[in-house]
Every structure is written in C-alpha cells, then in structure tokens.
C-alpha cells in the first residue's frame, strides 16, 4: 500500500513544528490534541482540519501574523466541498469603480488602511452625514486594498433595502453564496466566509441598522473576514471602530492664501474641477478666488453640496453663484442622473436622514435648527425641552449618533454640537412647516438674553476670561437673537442685549461690528428699562470712542448722563462722567478732562454698597489721569495713578484691568529709560491679555516690546513685532487714529536703522504669525535687557535714570532736543523735563557743565 502524499496543511503543519523545536508529543500537550491526530494531519490523512483545530495548533506553536495567514489559507476546505458552496464557482459582485478620482482625501484614507491593516481592528465604521463622501472613500480603500486579502473585497450595496431581514441574503448574493443542504442563509454565509480572507465593504447601512448583529456573527465566526461600513449613523457594536468622514478642507477667510496654495486646498480643489467637468475652460484666477473660497465655506466643504453647486458654472460664474447661496437647498439641485434620487438633490440627501428619524428626533432635530453657531446641552435642553417624557441629551445624543448635529470643540472646552448650514437649513423649512417656531424662537430669545445679562458683572471679575470665551462660544447665537429683535422693532429686548455685550464687543470683537449692532438698537422707537438704556449709551459711546468717533461718544455720554439724573442713579451718573471725561482727553482738552474724572471719583468713593463696580470704575478713572499726566511729561503723577488703579486690579483679580494698567506703565518706563522695568511690564501685560483675549491690547504690548527691541538695538525683532501689533489692531478694527505718536516715531526710527525694503520684510514677517506666535517671540529672553554689574548702573549711583543717562550721553554728542527725541523714540518736551531732571540731579545749570560733571565721576 503506497505512502498518501501530505497535503499542503500537513507539510505546513509539519515544517512549523520542526522550525519550533517540538515534536508530536510536545506539540500534542500544548494543544491538548492527540498524537495520532497531529500525526495523520502531517501525513495527510485528514486533509480539511477543523477550524477549531487550527486555532489550538495556531496557539501551540505561537505563529506570527504572516504564518497564521499562511497556515489558514493551507487549511481551507476544497472547493469539491459542498455545504454553502454553489454546485460552480461562486460568481461575485464586481467591485465598483470610481468614475472620478478622490480628491483632498489622502489623510483620511491611509488612516483607513492602517486601520484595517491592524489584526486587532475587523470592523470599521465609516461615519458622517449624507453627501460627505464615504462611500467614495470606501471605495478607494477598495481598490487599495484588493491584493491585501486573499479573496479579494467584496462591496455589498444596502441602499436598495428596506427590511433589515434581506441584508443577509443581499450580501449572499453579492457573494455568489446561496442556501444549501437545508441550511440557512446565515448559516451558508458562516460556513462559506468561515475559511476565506476577505473584506466586505457593506454600504448605507444606516436605514437598516436592525441586522447590525448579523456583521458580529460573521467576525466572530469567520476570523479571516474584515468588514468595512459605510453609515449615517455607527452600528454600536463590541469592537468597533468608528472613523467619522468630516467634510472637506476650507481655505482660511481671514488670510486667504496665494493662488498656488488655494488651488491645494480640498474643497476648492474638488469644486474647480467638478466645475471643469461642465465648463472646460474654467479655471482658479485671481479674479474668482475670493468668490470660490467664499462658496466653498457657505457649503461647509460638503463634497456633494459641492458638486452640485459646481454643475451651474457653466451658466453662472462663481461671484453669481454666489449671491444665489443666500439658500442653498432650491439651488442644489440637478445632480447626475446615474446616483441614486436621494443624491441628486442636497434636500433629498438631508431627508433621507429625516426620514429615518423616530418622530421624537425629527421634533428634536427641528428645534435645534434654530441654534446659529451651535448650542451646548443646558441650551438645547432650555429650548428644546424633553420630548414625549425622554431626556434630552438622550434624543441629542442619539441625533449626533446619525451624523445630524456633530460634536464640536467649543472654545470653553466643553462639549458643544453643530449642524452643517445646509442640514440646519433644512430644519428650519421643517420647523416653519410644523408651526413650532414661533413658539421656538421666543424661547431661543428668552434663553440667550438671560445668559448674556446673568454673565454681564462677570466680566471684570476672576473668571472674566472664562466668561469671555463663553460668550465667544455663543456670539452666533446672541448676535441672532439680537437682530431678530431690532428687526421684529423689539426696543427693549435690543436694548437690554446691547447693554449685556457691549463690554465683550469692546475685548473681543470686531469695534465695528459691534457698533453697528448697538446702534441700530439705540436707534428703535419704543422704551426699555432705564439702568439699560444707560448702559447701553455707555457702551455704544465706548466703542464710538474706540474708532476716534468723538462726535458719536459725547453724544452718548450726555444722553447717558441725562438718563441716569432723571432715575437718580449715581453711580450710572458717574460712569457717564467718566465717559464725557475720555472724549474730552482724546480731544486735547484736559482740563475739562480733569472736571469729570474728579466728579465721577467723588461719586464712586460714596458709593458704599455698591463697591465692587465702584472700585473697578474708579480704576478706570485713574488711568485715564494717568495718561493725562503722561501727556504733560508729569511722569511720577502718572506712575502712581497707575500703580493705584493696577492695586485695585490685582485685589479683584481682574486680568483685563491689569492688562491695561500694565501696558501704561511699560510705556512710562520706556520713556524714563527704564527699559528692564518696561519689558516686565509688557510681558506681563501679554499674558494677562491672552486669558482675555484683548487683541487690541495684546497689539499694544507688542508694540511696547517692540521699542524696547528698538532701544536694545534689535532692529529685526522690533519691526516683526511691529507687524504683529499691527495685524492685531486691524482685527480689533482700531483706527490708525488711536495709534500713540511715539509708537510712530520708533516704527520710523527703525524703518531709518534697517531700510526701507528690509523692515517692510520684517514687518510682513510679524503682520503674517499668529497672535500666539508673536506672543511666544515677545517672552523671550532677547527682549531683557542685559544686567548691570553688581545690580547697580553709574546712573542709579549718581540718581539718574537709565532714561536720563540716555539723554545726557547724546547732550555730551552736542545733539539738539529734536535730534535726541527721534534717537530715543520719545517726544521733544520729554526731552525737556529729562533735561530739567538732570540739571537737579547734577546741581548744574547748563548742559556743558552737565557734560563735564558727568565726565568728571565717569557717568558717560
């Protein structure tokens, strides 16, 4: 009787086991299996194991990832078997192919790959809400990964299906696999996926989510299988792994970049050609790229938001197109005949979401639509309130579940949502359709008034920061409600929003914007409360005030003024003083200045129970006494009204306060001369400013940096400093009105030390960074001033200055007043009282004999 020849498992099995050192019987005690069994496997007597045979094998001989594939391929079954193998071969669904290539999603599909790739990973989800393109990236992980599985991949379409009880047999069908010998169609699948490494590609899963456990039968009893889904929603099963398809990259609206990099960006990139496709000649040009980048951000990226827009180039240029994105869903329309209806139109797209949607959803998701710029928990659960008896963060959670609203990071760092603009739209037409939002946006006006008034104190308090940034979060929202109410003519609901964010405009936002806004509401007929209205002229006279409108800012002090006299309101009175007090500063006229800031300080040192606010006030005041001494060269004075105010401002812990105390005392210090006191105030400055978020003071401690820079003979630095300052300011929108003479004077000195082409480069350098970045560059230690041996300059011994030392070095060189104030980046009269400072400090009467006592104890 002839020897059987062993079969490709048994030689396998056989050539492991040798390479592992162990014979029959080791192997046989580390498997638990027979000897004789192990035995007639090497000689091929039984030539299809068992797959739980070859898994005790697999574990006894401690194969790597390559050899378990090697080994599980060896012991598949042959194909004479029968069972759930058709009576011929099995004839697969072709995998589709793309017609276009993707585009702007290279990230996003190695990670994909990787994921698959990894042996602990057999379920992937990819996630997102419809039109984002996930079957399209689906499909690229496809034909990238067709040699990566034995058997190939299989893409199994759900979208056609109703009834999650033919999600079975549509995948069997795709597979070729058909019931046999009695059996089940899941049991066919078990037993024909069992042996085979493949990867299922299963799409539009989310409208039959109820056979999600038949994807856990398969991984769990075919171990070579891999499954890749496609879903609006994630199938919640053990070991899965969720991949969320985000739209695609937008290019950035405050900076928009060169043509060469915009033509990069993803959205862009995928619209222009796209619009080729029905417009050849068209192309990214200088003339379009405004408009291509602003269309691109109002479909948030959407790749079939953008496809669709992108069919109509070739009858509407981009900048048409654009005026006509104002609604976005009648326009989207129009898609490729050969894409199923619910992606031809972007309102098919969405409502087939909805569709799916239980009707305590679609309530839901109706109601969130109303949010602008998106809503945390506390504000969906004020406006939204429990529907049908169920909480609702469980009905929100379960909307972000189907890639409705999406989690976001808020500024704040807690969890906030957000709709893509065009699913929003498409609630609110549902909402109007339902007869709720009436009722729905009064409780969004009632919701955001309250939190933007119970905020309002908070500001100049510890956590003014933490609030600020809040407010930042919610800004969409508030400034919505607010102009739903100067356009609805609800006077005092304008007024009151006004009077509650006028202090964050003045921080954080544009000066502008927020102008406008408060005085279109000031501007409305009809009567809020008095304390408002007061508030309200305050502010909006303070942010006229911030763009060198003094016109605009008297107007409101006195108006104010008026107010607060006939409600008897001192303290409202004096905060009126005080703005009347800054108009009257910024025009020259300090002695009507000095009127005001005396009257209001009277007032708030009786204000006994209301001292909190009044301390902060006063503080105010002080500063601006402190800037008018500044400006009459009364240094002292000036240092110690800022000192006073910096005092209260430290004991209330108020950031923004210090801020501002520290920036005028750095500028005092650089006129004295004192450049390392001015550094330490500056950098402290930045970092108070920073939890802020103050742009136009962080401009402002920058560019103080700068002209210490400038002093320490750091040129560069001084001009990219600079630069930064100004970017900063533009953002805040301050007018080159309110830019110091001295600031002026240094960027000219530097300009003079560098050329005029070397600082412009500079300059552009700083005016390109980020806040942050200007910021980090600022704390350096560059920007210190070198120490003095033993910690004692010759000025500071003979009771100069370093300021004074300056001076006198340069009287020494025979310069004249004019020439040391442009040396020095500091003013002619300053010049003068440093001068008067030195004769006292000398005992002399004249600069020559200033020159020879300072050379006499070696000063100079």
Not at 420 to 428: I, T
Not at 486 to 509: P, S, T
Not at 552 to 569: F, K, M, N, P, R
Request: hydrophobic share 45%.
């Amino acid at each position: 009787m002839g020897t059987r020849e062993s079969s490709p498992f048994g030689s396998l099995l056989r050539h492991y086991r040798l390479a592992a050192g162990l014979s029959q019987e080791t192997l046989a005690e580390l498997t638990g299996l027979s000897t004789r069994g192990i035995s007639d496997l090497e000689r091929g007597a039984r030539t299809t194991p068992r797959l739980e045979t070859v898994g005790l094998l697999t574990d006894g001989l401690e194969l790597g990832t390559s050899q378990r594939s090697a080994f599980l391929d060896a012991a598949r079954p042959s194909r004479d078997s029968h069972l759930s193998e058709p009576a011929e071969p099995a004839r697969m669904s072709p995998l589709p192919r793309a017609i276009t290539p993707l585009i702007g999603r290279e990230r996003e599909l190695q990670v994909v790959k990787e994921f698959l790739w990894r042996d602990d990973v057999a379920l992937v989800t990819l996630a997102g809400t419809g039109g984002v393109g996930k079957t399209s990236l689906a499909l690229s992980v496809a034909a990238d990964l067709v040699n990566d599985f034995d058997d190939g991949v299989t893409f199994v379409s759900l979208a056609p299906l109703n009834d999650p009880a033919l999600v079975a047999s549509t995948i069997a069908r795709a597979l070729g696999v058909r019931e046999a010998g009695g059996r089940s169609v899941v049991e066919a699948l078990r037993a024909f996926l069992s042996p085979r490494r493949q990867l299922l590609i299963l799409d539009n899963f989310e409208h039959v989510l109820a056979a999600a456990p038949l994807v856990t039968d398969f991984l769990r009893f075919c171990p070579g299988i891999k499954v890749l889904a496609t879903s609006r929603e994630r199938l919640h099963l053990h070991g899965e792994q969720v991949f969320e398809v985000l739209p695609l990259g937008l290019p950035d609206q405050q900076h928009l970049p060169s043509l060469e990099v915009l033509s990069h960006v993803p959205s862009v990139q995928l619209f222009v050609e796209r619009g080729r496709e029905v417009q050849p000649q068209f192309t990214l040009a200088e003339n379009n790229t405004a408009a291509v980048s602003e269309i691109c951000r109002r479909l948030d990226g959407l790749p079939l938001a953008l496809e669709l827009a992108a069919a109509w180039i070739h009858v509407l240029p981009p900048a048409s197109l654009l005026t006509r994105l104002e609604r976005r869903l009648p326009l989207l329309t129009q898609g490729p005949r050969d894409v199923p209806l619910r992606q031809q139109t972007l309102r098919d797209a969405i409502g087939w979401s909805y569709d799916l949607l239980s009707e305590a959803e679609q309530r839901m998701f109706r109601r969130l639509a109303v949010f602008m710029g998106g809503f945390d928990l506390p504000a969906a659960e004020a406006i939204a309130q429990p529907v049908d008896g169920v909480e609702s963060i469980s009905i929100v959670a379960s909307l972000v579940d189907k890639s409705l609203p999406r989690q976001v990071e808020g500024l704040a760092g807690e969890p906030r949502f957000g709709m893509l603009e065009m699913v929003r739209e498409f609630g609110l037409e549902r909402l109007v359709a339902s007869d709720e939002d009436a009722a729905v946006q009064k409780a969004y006006a009632s919701y955001f008034l309250t939190l933007a008034e119970n905020l309002r104190p908070k500001i100049e308090c510890p956590e003014g920061p933490a609030v600020l940034t809040r407010l930042e979060d919610e800004h969409a929202n508030l400034r919505a409600v607010l102009e739903w109410a100067v356009e609805d003519g609800d006077a005092e609901r304008a007024v009151r929003f006004v009077a509650a964010l006028w202090k964050f405009w003045f921080i954080r936002w544009p000066l502008g914007e927020g102008r406008a806004l408060a005085q279109r509401a000031l501007a409305l007929p009809g009567s809020a409360p008095p304390v408002a209205q007061v508030e309200a002229r305050y502010g909006a006279g303070s942010l006229a005030m911030g763009q060198a409108d003094y016109a605009a800012a008297q107007l409101h002090g006195e108006t104010g003024l008026v107010l607060a006299s006939e409600i008897d309101d001192p303290f409202w009175s004096a905060i009126s003083l005080y703005l009347l007090g800054n108009v009257a500063r910024l025009r020259g006229d300090h002695a009507v200045a000095h009127v005001h800031y005396r009257r209001a300080l009277a007032i708030y040192s009786g204000l006994v129970e209301r001292r909190q606010v009044a301390q902060h006030a006063a503080a105010m005041v002080l500063v601006s006494l402190g800037d008018i001494a500044c400006k009459e060269d009364d240094l002292p004075e000036a240092i110690a009204h800022y000192q006073e105010a910096l005092t209260i401002w430290r004991e209330r812990r108020d950031p923004w306060g210090q801020g501002i105390a520290l920036i005028n005392l750095g500028a005092v210090e650089v006129g004295r001369g004192e450049l390392d006191l001015a550094a330490s105030h500056y950098k402290e400055s930045l970092l108070c400013n920073e939890t802020t978020g103050d742009r136009e003071s962080i401009g402002h401690g920058l560019a103080g940096l700068a002209q210490v820079s400038a002093c320490l003979d750091q040129p560069e630095c001084a001009a990219r400093l600079f630069g930064a300052a100004e970017a900063l300011w533009e953002v805040a929108g301050a007018p080159a009105a309110m830019i110091s003479a001295d600031h002026e004077r240094a960027v000219t000195a530097v300009k003079t030390r560098l050329g005029v082409n070397a600082f412009e480069a500079q300059r552009e350098t700083g005016h390109a960074i980020s806040s942050e970045e200007a910021v980090a560059e600022a704390m350096e230690p560059a920007f210190d001033p070198p120490a003095q041996a033993n910690g004692v300059s010759e000025g500071h011994r003979s009771g100069l200055s370093q300021r004074e030392l300056d001076v006198l070095r340069l009287i020494a060189l025979g310069r004249s007043n004019r020439d040391i104030a442009e040396s020095l980046f500091i003013s002619p009269r300053t010049v003068t009282t440093h001068t008067t400072g030195i004769f006292t400090k000398l005992h002399v009467g004249s600069r020559t004999a200033a020159v020879a006592v300072a050379r006499d104890r070696e000063l100079i």
